[in-house]
Each structure stands twice: as C-alpha cells, then as structure tokens.
C-alpha cells in the first residue's frame, strides 16, 4: 500500500496507526498538494452491509466542525474494494501515548488540555454534534503542544455494526458514560463525563475504574463510588478534584448542564495557577473527603508529639539566642561599615574606568580606498587594519568582484573591530557564452570564467583532426544567454589514438577544427545549424525571454529544496535554479530560449510538481502555482 496512488489522487506515503475500525495512513493529496490521513477501513466490517452507509451519513454530518481543536473532515470514498475517509492530518502523538509516558502531569498541565478539549466540546455541542467515543486515543498532541480532536461521527455511525460497536467498546469503556449503551450515538453529558475521566486519568496516570473487561469496567461506572484522585496524587487541589467528581456524577442531570458550564470552571483554576490566585471556591461540587485513619491511642499519642515540642522548644531558644546576639552589634556601627563598603565600590568602579580609557581601548585606524579595488583586495586591508567586513554582493553591470560602495568614505579614523559594509558586483545576471571551439582548454577555461560562468565537466576524447588539449566542442551554445555560474562542459581533444597509429592530425588534408567534408556536421558548434542548412523554421530559430514567478504553496511542508529545469528547441539546459525556499516564497524564473515552445519543469525535493510543455508566448499567466 506505501507509495501507491489510489483514487489517482491519494498517494499513501507512510502508515500512521491501527484503531478498532480504521488503519490510518499519512498520505498526500495531489489534487490540493496537501498532506491528509487516510483511514481505511478494516477488512473485516467491508462485508457488512449497514455500516459504509451509516458512517458515510454520520461522518458527512461533521463536514461542519471547522474549529482549531478539532480535525477538518474532507471526503468519505466507497470504492469496489477499499472504503476509506479523507480528513485533517496532524503531526504528534495521541493523549494516551503521552500519558504512558509522563503522567502524572503537572496540574497546569493537566488543566491547560482539560480546557482544550473542553473548548473544542462547547464549540461542537453548539451545532448540535456530539463525539460519543471521546478518549485519549482520540485526542492528538503536536510537537507544539496542541490539542486536536479526532474521529468525530465514527461512534454514531458504528452503532449500525454490533462487530465495530464491540470493537469500539473495548477501548472506550474507561471513558463510557454509565447511562449509554453501546447503540447510542452518545450526549452532550456524555462527553462530559469522558473529559472528566481523562481529566482524573492526566492527573493520576489512572483510569477512573479498572478491570480485566469492557463489562468489568462498565460496572465500576454504575455502581462503584466516584474515586478521588488526591487518593493517588494528593497534589491534587480540592476544588479541581471537585471538578472531576462532578463530571464523573452517575446521574446526567447531577454532572455540568454544558461544556461551556464545565469549561468556566477549569479556566478559573486556570487563571488562578497563572496568577497565584487562591484556588479555594472555585468548583461548585466538591467531594467528600475519604475515611479518616484510625486515631491512635493516647499513650502512642504521647510518646509522638513529646519530641516534637521538645525540639520546637529547641528551635526558639536558638532563634532567641542569636535575636540577642544581633542587638548586641551598634546600629552606628552597620551604618559605618556600610557607608566604607559603598565608598570602596565606587572607587574600584573610577579605577576601572581610567584602566579601560587609558589601557583597554583599542587605537584608531586610517580607512583606506576601498571603492574600485576587488573583493579580495579589500579582505586583505581590513584584515590588516583588524575591521570587520561585512559584506553585500548584488548583481549589476558592473565589473565582476570589484566593490562600488562603502558605507565609510576614505580617510575615517576606526578603531579595532568596528564593522564596514561595502557592496561589490557579482557581475551580471545573465551573460552571454562565449565561443570556447578550436582553443587551448586554459585559454577556454579562462574565458568561461571571465564571462561569469563555470567549467562544468571536462571530457577528453580521442581525434585524430583537432591537435591534443583543444576544445572540440562545448554543451550551452555561444548563440545563448543564460544565468551566471551556469556550469559548460567541454569536449577535449586527446590527440590521435594510440591503438590507430596511422591516424595522425589533419589527415584527409583537413586543418584542426574545419569541417570534414566528407562528414558535413563534424567540428559543428553545439546550437549551430549544419553547414548548407536554411534550418527547419525561422521562428524556430527565434530568441525569446521566459519571465515567470513561482509562488511556492503554504502547505505545511516547511523548506523544500526547489529546482527549475528547461529544455528548447536547442534541447535540455542546466538547472536554471536550485535552492531551498520556505513556504509562500515567491521565485522570479527568468531565461532566454530558442523555438516556440519549451518543456518547464519544477521539483520539490526531487519531486516533479509541474512538467508542461507549452509556447510562452501565448500562455500570459505570469505566475505559477
């Protein structure tokens, strides 16, 4: 299933977990260039004739549900072997996960995500929609510490298949509410209860009741009292497992009326942690406190608490003891020593400052010319007059690696380590190739680069017309302008081969780098017509300018490395860009091409997103998606 497409939409990339119905999938929409999970479901509930159309219904139903805690639900698709839903994808690791890892939490913690859900909830239950199976499982924290709920409208439309009702059961009977049953789509009081149980569970690292059963645990709703959770976290506060006792309340109508009843309370314990404000008060229904231990007799009592008055007794004589030491000193005599400590700190800070005028401060320096001097002239000076250079190339007409501004004019009196920009000429941006055919390899490499362009790979080949370490032939035509630092790869005569010693150079009365006459294209320079040809079309000979923007697409991927490719009717070209963006980037693409139609293509991280041929001069659209 990994890379394949389904739906020619869908491509799976990775798999992302197994629930009671679903196995989910980190795919990626290549319709909306998103990434989306995709839940399929299981094998065993495909044969079952009620439940695609019921969870279809149910989960068509939350296409409304657009809240930042809760995840977007896009598409349900029934197909001739696969059903399987299209929702929000989000990075991170379901609330039982993190449970396992660090519960108990701290209470601000714990209170944070309880007022998260507790948000997502109201909103929800504001438009009429329940959750029904609401559970750590179902709850995913991102890397950042956000809360998102998942899987809204599975429990409803699991209520038409006793096998996914049973499946479901099994992980939410921690968390199930004792008045529902198994055929209930669930309630507002309902999710109530749940977030109470994984509320007390954030806190205790514990379920509110245990079992080796779904049955078991059931039980333990219905009958069993309502468990505190100081019993296992006596750091827990009274009003905020007063909370956690209302929304665990047997009866519904005992628990909070409304999420938005439940979620006042949880931020005024909120607020209360943030702003050291008393918590005592604040929830409406505490609980009762546990049974008392057993007082201890009163001959125990006494042989206790008699070594604890003796050492407070202990304590104030020593306290007492140094109260009277302290008295004894003069106040005279602190207000003496305290004006000879002050009046020494302010002469080692004076003596401080005549050491850093005198002796620390570094000596100027005369800045010298450095408009018109290259690049590396200019390090060099600054170097040795120990400025600090920082610089700035841009492209212009100007002379290739020369500076042409400073921001301090010559003659400026610097000390040590001050910081000079100047700007110096990258040349310019597009440049034309030169024609390196027919001359030494030195010669021709020099000329490259005085051009602004780079000698990409260099190849020898065997010739017994082109005398040895001569350029027999260049890749990017010298008929092209193109961007600076383009790489052009040169063909190098060897000389004649040594396993055909008859060959020599300029037999069959050729000169080096004429053209064969019996061979009409030999010794042509790549991009040029062969000798006697009018070429098939003028305009296909014609030199445009392709001026487009990328936009790079805020889809959450992050920085891609972004590559732009072309070919001509000259054929293919070396990458016209090749570097990292970040998201909503935009890209000025920008080259001259010869024909009436190219081939563009754009990768992200080595994957194609656009790969059209198309005439430019017809399509106007300046900007690509």
Not at 87 to 113: C, H, M, Q, W, Y
Not at 170 to 188: F, I, R
Request: overall charge negative; charged content about 25%.
């Amino acid at each position: 299933m990994i890379n394949q497409i389904i739906s020619q939409r869908y491509e799976i990339l990775e798999k992302a977990g197994d629930g009671p119905l679903f196995v989910t999938f980190k795919a990626r929409d290549t319709a909306m260039d998103r990434i989306v999970a995709v839940k399929m479901l299981q094998q065993p509930y495909l044969s079952d004739a009620r439940l695609p159309d019921a969870m279809r219904l149910a989960l068509e139903e939350t296409v409304v549900l657009n809240h930042p805690g809760i995840t977007r639900f896009y598409e349900y698709r029934d197909e001739s072997d696969i059903i399987y839903t299209v929702s929000e994808f989000v990075r991170g690791i379901n609330l039982k996960e993190r449970i396992r890892r660090i519960a108990p939490f701290t209470l601000s913690l714990a209170i944070d995500f309880a007022c998260a859900i507790a948000e997502a909830l109201q909103y929800a239950h504001t438009l009429g929609k329940v959750h029904g199976d609401l559970r750590p499982q179902n709850i995913i924290v991102s890397p950042e510490g956000v809360l998102k709920i998942a899987s809204f409208g599975v429990q409803k439309g699991a209520t038409a298949c006793t096998a996914a009702q049973e499946a479901i059961l099994e992980l939410s009977a921690p968390y199930h509410a004792p008045e529902l049953s198994t055929t209930q789509p669930g309630s507002t009081a309902g999710d109530i209860y749940a977030l109470g149980a994984i509320l007390y569970e954030m806190l205790t690292g514990a379920t509110p009741y245990t079992g080796h059963t779904a049955d078991e645990q059931s039980e333990g709703h219905a009958f069993n009292a309502i468990p505190s959770a100081r019993v296992l976290n006596p750091g827990v506060p009274r009003p905020v497992d007063g909370i956690i006792s209302r929304c665990l309340q047997k009866r519904p109508e005992e628990r909070y009326r409304s999420a938005a009843e439940l979620l006042n309370d949880l931020k005024s314990v909120r607020d209360a942690l943030r702003f050291g404000k008393p918590l005592s008060g604040l929830a409406s229904e505490p609980i009762p406190e546990p049974a008392a231990a057993p007082v201890p007799s009163p001959v125990k009592a006494i042989a206790i608490e008699e070594p604890a008055d003796a050492e407070v007794a202990e304590r104030k004589h020593e306290r007492n003891k140094l109260r009277q030491q302290d008295e004894r000193v003069s106040v005279y005599i602190r207000v003496a020593i305290s004006t000879v400590g002050i009046i020494i700190l302010l002469c080692g800070i004076f003596v401080y400052g005549i050491y850093l005028a005198n002796w620390v401060v570094p000596p100027t320096a005369t800045v010298p010319e450095f408009v018109g001097k290259p690049i590396e002239d200019v390090r060099k000076i600054a170097a040795t007059n120990k400025f600090r250079l920082m610089e700035h190339a841009e492209y212009t007409e100007k002379p290739r690696g020369v500076v042409y501004q400073s921001d301090q004019t010559a003659g400026s009196q610097l000390r040590a380590q001050h910081i000079i920009n100047v700007w110096y000429s990258r040349g310019p941006e597009y440049v034309n190739v030169p024609n390196v055919v027919n001359i030494p390899r030195e010669q021709a490499e020099q000329q490259l680069k005085d051009a602004g362009l780079k000698v990409g790979r260099v190849t020898p080949e065997y010739s017994d017309k082109v005398p040895e370490n001569v350029v027999m032939a260049q890749d990017v035509s010298s008929k092209k302008r193109v961007f600076h630092d383009t790489a052009v790869s040169l063909t190098v005569s060897n000389g004649p081969d040594p396993a055909n010693p008859a060959a020599t150079p300029d037999s069959g009365g050729t000169t080096p780098g004429a053209p064969d006459t019996n061979n009409p294209d030999a010794g042509a320079q790549p991009g040029a017509d062969p000798p006697g040809s009018d070429g098939a079309d003028a305009q296909d000979k014609e030199t445009h300018t392709f001026s487009r923007t990328i936009s790079i697409s805020r889809d959450g991927r992050g920085r891609r490395q972004v590559r732009v490719e072309y070919k001509d009717a000259l054929g293919e070209h070396p990458a016209v860009i090749d570097e990292g963006h970040e998201e909503g980037d935009k890209i000025l693409i920008k080259f001259d091409y010869v024909g009436k139609a190219i081939t563009l293509t754009i990768q992200y991280d080595g994957q194609k997103v656009f790969d059209k041929t198309f005439d430019p001069q017809t399509v106007r659209k300046r900007t690509i998606q």
